[in-house]
């Protein structure tokens, strides 16, 4: 399995990256794409939307089920990966960068602190 390191991980594995200005992008990790198997459909709510931590911002059908997405931190919805919509086999074929779903501003910045590591996420997946 795919785990970059500069990436931190939920227990519902959901992988965020902080790009380093007050922002992040949230995806599905490669463990998540390859257990729900062939993705059919990306729903995510769209820009402008806000939440807060453990808060839904879309679902993800594959061919068997059909899986909600949590949100990791608080935040409000500033872009979709709108590619999903024609293409959503990018979140199996590459979950980390051309599957990436939405980009957000963290309302709550020092929950990224508190996330899971690559390596305690590994442990869970193991």
């Known amino acids: 399995m ?7 991980y939920t227990r519902e594995h959901e992988w965020i ?4 200005d007050g922002t992040a992008t949230i995806g599905i ?13 990306v729903e ?3 820009a402008g939307y806000e939440f807060t931590k453990d808060d839904t911002f879309g679902t993800v059908e594959a061919v068997k089920t ?3 997405l949590y949100a990791p931190v608080d935040g409000e919805v500033l872009e979709i990966n709108e590619d999903l919509e024609d293409e959503p086999e990018m979140v199996n074929d590459d979950p980390y960068e051309g599957g ?20 305690d996420y590994q ?3 193991a």
């Open 123 to 125: 442990d869970i997946i």
């Open 17 to 20: 990256r902080d790009n380093g």
């Open 100 to 119: 990436w779903m939405i980009k957000i501003k963290m309302t709550n910045p020092d929950q990224f602190k508190d996330l899971m590591s690559a390596e």
């Open 66 to 68: 059909v899986s909600d």
């Open 29 to 41: 990790t490669d463990f998540a794409q390859s257990e729900l198997g062939d993705i059919v459909f």
């Open 44 to 46: 995510l709510e769209e």
């Open 2 to 8: 795919n785990v970059p390191s500069e990436l931190k």
